[in-house]
């Protein structure tokens, strides 16, 4: 604690067999003893590095106490642990682990940047400079994978899906979205997996408008994760997976025109295929009345709406809903496709897969990337894209994690058991030694998750 402070301990009288005090004098203790490991995986992405180099700093050079790249693994590490806001900076300043992860010496060394030099510097990044950033990002994320699995890969998956950003104050661009009925951003996030492996990594996160139709920017966004990928894993099949919002003609057209591409998009309903999916309704209502569960037929129909050049396969799911104490419900379902499989399996096999989607954004919110409640909307976006980086950081701890308890943790729960550790600091003169608690319940994880980043049993 600080030497002003006027609590210094708690006294815990009547609870215990005897008084228990709660003595806080740990002054180079941590609470983040286990974000060593946050640091041992950017050592093998480089992406802090990386994603520095795409700033400029147009600082005087004589005024400097923290660098470009200690501000950005600062914002990293930081929202990684937990800490989303600049505000956080002030109680995390004296930390000695957080201090360690910058590479300074956690005792002695300079504490991390105040609240005002973090949101000075979010609030001086530059468009261009978002843009190579968000390239950074999906190229670092693209070649950690490409030598992970040396190059064996056979299909590369990308799914697109939107989600929506509430804000509470004055914002830039911040709109009302009546389909959230909320004023929002609504950014769009990317993620990519790779043959049958079911994880889907984060390569690519751009804030939006709140008023943003879904499938603003796909196009762009989906050119330049494909020029990557071809880039790394030539002649690779790439499958594209998109939800209803993303049917526009442009990113149709897009995904037309693509060499060895794949793709399955969602298609909102409308009267005509109502009535094509008509007969099948009735079947799959036949079907439900006599088993008294939910039934669905499949089917295909070839189909232009009206602003479609010709004609694309749209497969047909007429599905009959029943729940208990409720009418059954008819629930056509219709997904635009150019693979040549059953529906069945294109619809189960493919589409329905990309649902794990949402436990993905579920993880983004959990780590707070919607804290944006900068004035300005590109330092919200350079905020997302931090928070973007500490997940793609974190994905890295589970892929580690691989065969423990932690292997399909999500990523609070990640934190929870890997990152949040008392820790005490000591220095000699020849090492930093982290003290951490020997009754720890996930050590085996930590030592082997350790071990895979590259530490050393000692």
């Not at 050079?61 to 989303?84: E, M, N, W």
């Not at 004296?94 to 590479?103: C, E, N, T, V």
């Amino acid at each position: 604690m600080s030497d002003d402070s006027t609590t210094e301990c708690l006294l815990f009288p009547g609870i215990f067999l005897k008084p228990v005090v709660a003595q806080f004098d740990q002054r180079e203790g941590s609470s983040d003893g286990g974000a060593l490991l946050l640091k041992a995986a950017n050592q093998h992405y480089r992406l802090v590095e990386e994603l520095t180099a795409c700033l400029r700093d147009e600082r005087q050079a004589g005024k400097v106490d923290h660098t470009l790249q200690d501000l950005v693994a600062q914002r990293v590490f930081s929202i990684a642990c937990g800490y989303p806001d600049g505000n956080d900076s002030a109680r995390l300043g004296g930390d000695p682990i957080h201090k360690l992860l910058l590479g300074r010496d956690p005792i002695e060394g300079l504490d991390l940047a105040s609240q005002p030099t973090v949101s000075r510097f979010e609030n001086a990044v530059g468009v261009k400079e978002l843009y190579r950033m968000g390239e950074t990002l999906a190229r670092s994320v693209i070649r950690r994978h490409a030598k992970r699995l040396r190059r064996r890969v056979y299909r590369v998956t990308i799914d697109l899906d939107p989600t929506d950003d509430p804000t509470h104050g004055a914002q830039q661009l911040s709109f009302f979205n009546g389909h959230y009925d909320s004023w929002c951003y609504l950014p769009v996030m990317g993620f990519i997996s790779f043959n049958e492996e079911a994880e889907q990594y984060l390569c690519a996160a751009v804030l939006r408008p709140g008023n943003a139709p879904a499938a603003l920017g796909a196009v762009g966004l989906l050119r330049r994760l494909i020029r990557i990928l071809r880039g790394h894993f030539p002649g690779v099949t790439i499958r594209v997976r998109l939800d209803g919002g993303f049917a526009s003609p442009a990113v149709l057209e897009f995904l037309d025109a693509q060499s060895k591409l794949e793709y399955v998009v969602a298609m909102a309903k409308n009267a005509v295929l109502k009535r094509i999916a008509a007969p099948g309704i009735r079947r799959a209502r036949k079907l439900s009345a006599s088993s008294g569960k939910t039934e669905h037929i499949y089917g295909e129909v070839n189909y232009a709406a009206g602003k479609w050049p010709h004609r694309r396969r749209v497969v047909i799911k007429a599905e009959v809903v029943r729940a208990p104490e409720k009418d059954p419900k008819d629930n056509p379902r219709f997904v635009i496709t150019n693979m040549k499989q059953s529906p069945q399996w294109i619809y189960e096999q493919v589409y329905c897969q990309r649902g794990d989607v949402e436990n993905r954004l579920k993880e983004l919110h959990d780590l707070e990337i919607d804290r944006t409640s900068c004035t300005s909307f590109w330092a919200n976006q350079f905020r997302v894209l931090l928070t973007a980086a500490a997940y793609v950081l974190m994905q890295e701890l589970r892929l580690r994690a691989a065969g423990t308890a932690c292997a399909r943790a999500q990523v609070l729960t990640l934190r929870e058991r890997l990152l949040k550790l008392g820790a005490r600091v000591m220095v000699s003169a020849r090492r930093w030694v982290i003290h951490l608690p020997t009754s720890f319940p996930f050590l085996p994880a930590f030592r082997l998750i350790a071990c895979r980043l590259g530490a050393q049993s000692g």
